[in-house]
């Protein structure tokens, strides 16, 4: 590992300020992707914006059909939910499915849809529900 500054957003916009346009300053969500990247030199950001304790990214809610989970809810905390246990009992499976506790207690499901990785289980779940994934800039 090296050097690089760290910093906790409290709200999305400071964390989306923080970025600033400077693709050198990545976010930090559960660090299951980008801290093993980091370790093997593949990316070297100068500085990384936890984005884990923004409150408007961390609920769950069941309004009628539609379920928002917020980005920064981990794995083990889709797996366990009862509003997403009731709405979409496929989703709760999948994300008790991921990796081991450890990845489930620290990875998001923000930080997994952001990765994109082709062989990821959220990423594909998304599509087939038809899912709606909302950013700062667009829906
Ligand atoms: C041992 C192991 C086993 C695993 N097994 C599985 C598995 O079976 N299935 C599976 O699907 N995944 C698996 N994973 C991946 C895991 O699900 C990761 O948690 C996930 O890929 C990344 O989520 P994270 O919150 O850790 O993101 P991070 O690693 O913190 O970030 C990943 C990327 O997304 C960006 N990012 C993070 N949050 C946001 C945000 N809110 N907005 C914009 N960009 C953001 C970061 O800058 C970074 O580029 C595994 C990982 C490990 C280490």
């Known amino acids: 590992m090296y050097s690089f500054d ?3 957003a409290d709200e999305a916009k400071a964390a989306v300020a923080a970025l600033s346009g400077n693709d050198d ?10 801290l093993p990247t ?5 990316a070297q950001p100068s500085a990384l914006v936890d984005v884990t304790r923004i409150a408007s990214m961390k ?15 981990c794995h083990a905390d889709v797996a366990s939910n009862a509003d997403v246990k009731k709405a979409l009992p496929g989703l709760a499976d999948l994300a008790g499915r991921i990796g081991d506790r450890q990845v489930r207690e ?8 952001a990765n994109d990785d ?7 779940a998304v599509l087939a529900l038809n899912a709606t994934v909302v950013t700062d800039r667009r829906r």
């Open 6 to 8: 760290y910093q906790r």
């Open 118 to 124: 082709p062989a990821a289980c959220y990423p594909s």
């Open 25 to 34: 300053v990545k976010f930090l969500a559960g660090g299951q992707s980008l």
């Open 59 to 73: 609920s769950i809610a069941l309004d009628g059909d539609k379920l928002t989970i917020g980005g920064a809810m």
């Open 106 to 113: 620290r990875g998001t499901i923000g930080g997994s849809l």
């Open 38 to 42: 980091m370790r093997l030199r593949l």
